[in-house]
């Protein structure tokens, strides 16, 4: 029986004290004097662990926090969810217990931040808390999707099973992000690398041959008075331009961040770049399936599911067009003729999903759908990266090349003249 994970009980929160790391020193029930660190809330509860550990303790001192950051201390990155939860659901199979689970990673963690956040965890599953509520109190590493997921393990009885698709869901989902990442970056780092080349030729190389030219007394070809006259405006306006430059990735920024509206026109115009608007289709389709694959199988409803899948499409079309999908689920019709009507999915995941429900195999079904459109995404990237290394090579060369001629025509005039 299907198990609704959205029904969500607004307990009071249970306030508990921050973590400070201690170090220690003490002697062992041997007598051989033993030191380390340890999470707790004050000396005294550290002191309590101790003696429960047959430590006798010792001296004892708050460990300074690093500054700005530095040391250990680094910022918990998605991936880092991604590798916590493979941890967990690994540890989970083996039969090692949860609250123990979560000491024993979090004991041996080398990043700061993530020690402090699963001892806090730690500290709540010790009060009886249930997981899922310790997660849903940091929504900056586990969104809705991960701790209803999670909620739902907890009421089945299979949190081991749970954390094992998560786990499978979050790797997935990271290397997709990945994928994408590939598809962006590689040719925005050339495009900028070759704009900063661009204009340093521009400002410094230019105005050495124009005072060059000056001397000849001669008049120059049409060609490169217009470079010396980018060159000029370059010289005079650079600042400005720079200035432009960051105000604008600000307030863009600002914008993305603070409005949807916003947000929405971005994801439908970026749909529409050539090639790299397919791969982000694929992509979303992708996520969709792979979504709606791990909550169906979790035994979340199927309307439930849509709308976790919606949120976790990444892109406002596809979310809209999921969105509308749940509403008809919801009033009666069959999955794949609500994705057949809104005519933004592949006709090959129609009708796998119509195969699925006919078999009653739906997250199997969407699970080979992920798979298929997640190798689709890897060959995609692949196939961008080729493609565009010969037409930046030959915008390079156009860029570039046409700023050498420019500069050498004149010299080219001058030796024929002679």
């Known amino acids: 029986m299907a198990v609704s994970s959205t029904v969500k009980v607004k ?13 220690w020193q003490g002697l062992n029930r041997k007598g051989k004097k033993i030191n380390g660190e340890l999470n707790a809330t004050s000396i005294l509860e550290l002191k309590a662990q101790l ?31 991604a590798v916590l939860t493979r941890q967990i659901a690994t540890m989970l199979s083996a039969g090692v217990p949860l609250v123990q689970t979560i000491e024993m990673i979090g004991s041996g963690h080398n990043n700061g931040n993530m020690q402090k956040l699963l001892a806090t965890i730690g500290h709540k599953l010790q009060s009886g808390i249930p997981l899922s509520e310790c ?19 907890e ?4 949190l081991e099973t749970i954390y094992e698709r998560i786990a499978t869901y979050k790797e997935k989902a990271e ?18 690398i070759a704009f900063i080349v661009t204009s340093v030729l521009l400002i410094f190389v230019v105005p050495v041959f124009q005072d060059i030219f000056a001397s000849f007394g001669a008049e120059l070809p049409g060609f490169t008075l217009l470079v010396i006259a980018i060159s000029e405006f370059m010289q005079a306006y650079w600042y400005f331009g720079l200035a432009g430059l960051f105000i604008g990735s600000y ?31 694929k992509a979303a389709v992708a996520r969709y399936a792979r979504t709606l694959s791990t909550t169906f199988a979790a035994g979340v409803p199927l309307p439930d599911a849509l709308e976790s899948a919606a949120g976790a499409s990444g892109n406002a079309v596809f979310r809209e067009a999921i969105l509308e999908i749940r509403a008809e689920v919801t009033s009666g019709m069959q999955m794949n003729l609500a994705m057949r009507n809104c005519a933004i999915f592949p ?7 119509a195969i699925g429900e006919e078999s009653g195999s739906v997250d199997d079904m969407l699970a080979k759908v992920a798979t298929v459109y997640e190798q689709e ?32 025509l004149p010299i080219f005039q001058i030796g024929m003249v002679v």
């Open 135 to 153: 997660l849903r109190e940091h929504p900056k590493y586990f969104d809705d999707l991960y701790c209803d997921l999670v909620n739902s393990g």
């Open 377 to 408: 995404v890897d060959n995609a990237v692949d196939n961008l990266t080729t493609l565009l290394e010969p037409m930046i090579m030959a915008v390079l060369g156009v860029v570039i090349g046409g700023l050498i001629i420019a500069m050498y």
């Open 175 to 192: 290397a997709l992000k990945a994928k994408i990442k590939k598809a962006m970056t590689y040719p925005i780092s050339v495009l900028v």
């Open 11 to 23: 307990n009071k929160k249970t306030k508990v004290k921050a973590l400070d790391v201690y170090k």
């Open 251 to 281: 307030f863009f920024k600002k914008a993305h961040t603070n409005s949807l509206t916003f947000r929405d026109s971005v994801d439908r115009k970026i749909l529409k770049i050539p090639v790299i608007g397919s791969v982000l289709k």
């Open 347 to 353: 006709d090959m995941v129609v009708q796998m999903v």
């Open 155 to 158: 009421q089945s009885g299979s």
């Open 51 to 81: 003696r429960k550990q047959g430590i006798t303790p010792g001296k004892i001192s708050k460990k300074a926090k690093p500054l700005f950051g530095m040391g250990g201390d680094k910022k918990i990155m998605p991936v880092d969810i």
